[in-house]
């Protein structure tokens, strides 16, 4: 694994593909964000046209912590277990997937309430009959009387 595509999400960092890239090289493409700078363990490297990529030796071995700088946000990325030019994604930790559970929880309300508000538009316009039209059965019973 040496090329490792992510897409960010709702300010987060998502990894959507991990690839074999150029031999010696740490390379991460961007699938919506294309300007910024990388920074892995005290070395940056610029992001153009959504890519950017760090020269493995000069990266320490063991965990990185690479962050991604955008105009108007700090992103940190997933982090990875390097070993010479071994490299390895850290399983997301017991804390992400809480917050990643509670994020979703969160998104299941607020989905439910959007969708009964939508309902209750919903029968505000269409479910009161401007007018009423004579059911057969109605036509019968009033051509009797």
Do not use: C, W
Not at 70 to 88: A, T
Request: glycine share 6%; net charge neutral.
């Amino acid at each position: 694994m040496s090329l490792i595509t992510i897409e960010i999400i709702s300010g987060e960092a998502v990894v959507s593909a991990v690839a074999e890239g150029r031999e010696g090289r740490l390379e991460f493409r961007f699938e919506n964000i294309s300007e910024g700078y990388l920074r892995a363990s005290g070395v940056s490297a610029p992001l153009r046209g959504g890519a950017a990529s760090f020269d493995l030796n000069l990266l320490p071995d063991g965990t990185l912590s690479p962050v991604l700088t955008l105009k108007d946000r700090v992103i940190p990325l997933p982090k990875i277990e390097k070993s010479g030019h071994i490299l390895r994604l850290i399983s997301p930790s017991a804390e992400s997937y809480h917050s990643l559970f509670k994020r979703e929880a969160e998104l299941r309300e607020r989905l439910a309430r959007l969708e009964e508000r939508v309902e209750q538009l919903n029968t505000k316009v269409f479910g009161e009959p401007l007018f009423e039209f004579p059911v057969p059965s109605k036509i019968k019973e009033r051509t009797k009387q």
